[in-house]
């Protein structure tokens, strides 16, 4: 990281961004090609764990190639300079998580059901019921975050 003042690694700051953070976006490589979709995704620890359909593009990149660059942003607020002074020197507050790690596809059906409530709990604040067929139609992806980084811009409460 060029400045070094806006690096915030550390565990409470990598925690504090993937708790909070509803969509990341994953970037995939496909023939020298960069494809990158957003998703909902829920963590534990540095481990995190992303759902979707067990068909499409995202899933043939991935089968072809599981490396994978993870970013979060914490969007904050654009922090304006006064209007006699230089507009260049207006902001925007954030806090982004970037990491890289290869996706691992969970088979299990009964590991795919924590999972998927873990996801439940993170945005509906509760499990659901979760047909046997559904759970397994689900594709369910998990991916130890490596070489972690979290920039800062901004102020941030903790």
Request: positive net charge; proline residues 4%; contains cysteine.
């Amino acid at each position: 990281m060029r400045r070094k003042e806006g690096d915030v690694t550390c565990p409470a700051s990598i925690d504090k961004v993937l708790q909070t953070v509803s969509v990341c976006r994953l970037g995939m490589c496909s023939n020298g090609t960069p494809y990158v979709v957003p998703l909902n995704f829920t963590h534990q620890g540095t481990t995190v764990f992303l759902h979707g359909s067990k068909v499409g593009k995202k899933i043939d990149v991935l089968n072809e190639n599981p490396n994978v660059f993870f970013e979060a942003t914490r969007e904050g607020a654009l922090v304006s300079t006064p209007t006699d002074k230089n507009i260049c020197k207006s902001d925007f507050s954030y806090q982004c998580l970037m990491a890289r790690g290869v996706v691992e596809f969970v088979e299990d059906v009964d590991e795919k059901v924590q999972i998927l409530d873990a996801i439940c709990r993170k945005y509906y604040g509760r499990a659901g019921i979760k047909p046997e067929a559904a759970v397994r139609k689900t594709c369910v992806l998990k991916i130890e975050l490596k070489d972690i980084s979290v920039k800062q811009s901004g102020v941030w409460p903790e």
